[in-house]
């Protein structure tokens, strides 16, 4: 069962998580221990936070945190515990979309290219604090 969120982050943070260059995720297991963080990029779109998987829905890490549901990420020295959560709405992927160029232009077409459009949709998290 993948735990419900209705905290949501304050200024500070999304200004600290939003702002990191990256951040490490780990998901929660079974036994309550967290899985190995692995690095990937976070953007802040509105007053939330998210990230997308590069493999696509293959990606080891994304699989994990789907059926986990919940775990910790590390970012701007914060380490919150947080809900792996779906995109509220379809009409924020284009903010995300421009989030990610906006942010990470700077490391070619090829790289963005694998966190933004159509595909990327479909493996977007939606990272809220956990209560």
Do not use: C, Q
């Not at 999304?14 to 990191?20: D, H, K, Y």
């Not at 998210?50 to 829905?57: D, I, Q």
């Not at 986990?68 to 924020?92: C, N, Q, T, W, Y």
């Amino acid at each position: 069962m993948i735990p419900e969120s209705t905290a949501s982050w304050t200024g500070d943070e999304l200004a600290t998580i939003g702002g990191a260059e990256e951040l490490g995720l780990a998901s929660l297991r079974k036994d309550g221990t967290l899985s190995p963080y692995v690095t990937m990029w976070v953007v802040r779109a509105g007053d939330e936070l998210y990230v997308r998987s590069a493999r696509g829905p293959a990606g080891r890490w994304y699989m994990r945190a789907l059926r986990a549901g919940a775990g910790r990420i590390r970012a701007g020295g914060l380490e919150p515990d947080v809900v792996f959560a779906e995109p509220a709405d379809s009409d924020v992927h284009a903010g995300i979309d421009a989030a990610y160029h906006a942010k990470y232009d700077r490391y070619g077409a090829a790289i963005v290219g694998s966190v933004v459009g159509d595909s990327a949709r479909e493996v977007t998290i939606r990272l809220l604090p956990r209560n």
